[in-house]
């Protein structure tokens, strides 16, 4: 017998949907569920999703810099999946894990190979600390909460160090089941051609449509032929919003090219969440859309998407034997502006709002 059934669903596609759940795992999905279980919530016509997967945060509270809290970005926002993208090195990142345990919304993490992580804005200039043996020995010890490894790319970060971090995150990736790679771009130096050419298929570079000089815009107006070659070949172009990375023209450019990101992501913590301009995924999905994608391929990017990328083998699908997480929604018609990260709006007329989120069974309703 099911533990939960929920009635009265329907796809973003608008076909009926119902979905049943056992020990928190999908057990049926099909447009009429008969049942004789006592438990079932009825979605009253809603929109469910497979959960939600923001894979760009950062979310270990005891840091300074960079900081949030797992279930105010995650559970309580409709996310049902974070990951954390390398806030934490070798060194404190078993002391994260112990915090995230504790957390409702599954969290996992992308370690830096910088061996404390975000603890100074440039973890990377001082190349004693990156430690590929300690960066080995926290995969070994975290096998199942670390699920790929981060590089900081941008002359903030890395001081005089140009390209050679990067290719020592490439060495620990070669050593290590080559596991993902998220690499952050921005302001240069390394030049993002530096940057593109040592980057692989699989690869993730987050903050793809930044509005900064060294992004993938050209001073043409046009898509550089780098980035052109670097899509193609498969490296993986990843929102990642941020405080100062995500261009509404930068994207409409690329969009309109037939360049779209791969997967979206907010690269949210707590100043950009309560201030402003990222406040959450659900805000930066509206932003996709006035950008032109459709909601289809918008949830894909939040679901099935980086559960592909990160190897999250279990979820990103609404599908019998996959983690109950799933995300019901609505969508409500009514204009909000939206900001991006350099100040400039856009108006959108469709507001994408999470109701309840489902996290192994378990079943959350969202504040409004």
């Known amino acids: ?59 270990f509270e005891k840091m300074n810099l960079y900081y949030d809290y797992p279930d105010q ?78 590089a900081r790319m941008s002359k903030t970060v890395i001081g005089d160090n140009g390209i050679t971090p990067l290719e020592l995150a490439k060495q620990i990736q070669a050593e290590n ?73 930068v994207a409409e450019v690329a969009h309109q090219a037939g360049m779209d990101a791969t997967s979206i992501s907010t690269d949210i913590y707590i100043r950009n969440r309560t201030n ?3 406040y959450d995924l659900a805000t930066t999905m509206e932003k996709l859309r006035v950008v032109g994608y459709t909601w289809p391929d918008i949830l894909e990017k939040v679901t099935a998407v980086p559960a592909k990328n990160f190897h999250l083998a279990n979820k990103g699908q609404l599908a019998v034997g996959f983690d109950a997480d799933l995300t019901i929604f609505e969508l409500v018609t009514g204009e909000k502006e939206l900001v991006d990260s350099n100040g400039f709006t856009r108006t959108t007329t469709e507001q994408i709002r999470p109701l309840k989120t489902v996290i192994g069974g378990m079943v959350y309703d969202n504040e409004l």
């Open 1 to 59: 017998m099911n533990e939960l059934v929920l009635k009265n669903g329907r796809l973003i596609s608008g076909e009926p949907c119902e979905v049943a759940i056992k020990n928190g795992k999908i057990t049926q999905v099909a447009e009429v569920i008969e049942t004789t279980t006592e438990t079932v919530i009825d979605l009253e016509g809603h929109y469910i999703s497979a959960g939600w997967i923001d894979d760009h945060v950062h979310c």
């Open 177 to 249: 089941q080559h596991l993902p790679l998220m690499v952050h771009i921005g302001s240069a130096p390394p030049e993002l051609a530096e940057i593109l050419a040592v980057m692989e298929a699989g690869d993730v570079l987050t903050h793809c449509f930044n509005g900064k000089p060294n992004g993938i815009l050209g001073a043409d107006d046009h898509i550089k032929d780098i980035a052109w070659d670097a899509y193609r070949r498969g490296v993986i172009f990843d929102i990642g919003h941020g405080t100062d990375s995500f261009n509404f023209h």
């Open 276 to 278: 402003g301009p990222v």
């Open 73 to 150: 970005i995650g559970v309580e926002k409709g996310v049902t999946t974070v990951i954390d993208a390398g806030t934490t090195g070798a060194e404190n990142i078993h002391d994260f894990y112990e915090l995230a345990q504790q957390a409702k919304t599954n969290v996992y993490a992308l370690v830096n190979i910088s061996k404390w992580g975000i603890v100074e804005q440039d973890e990377l200039a001082d190349l004693s600390k990156v430690k590929a043996d300690l960066v080995k020995q926290a995969l070994a010890d975290l096998p199942d909460f670390i699920v790929g490894i981060k």
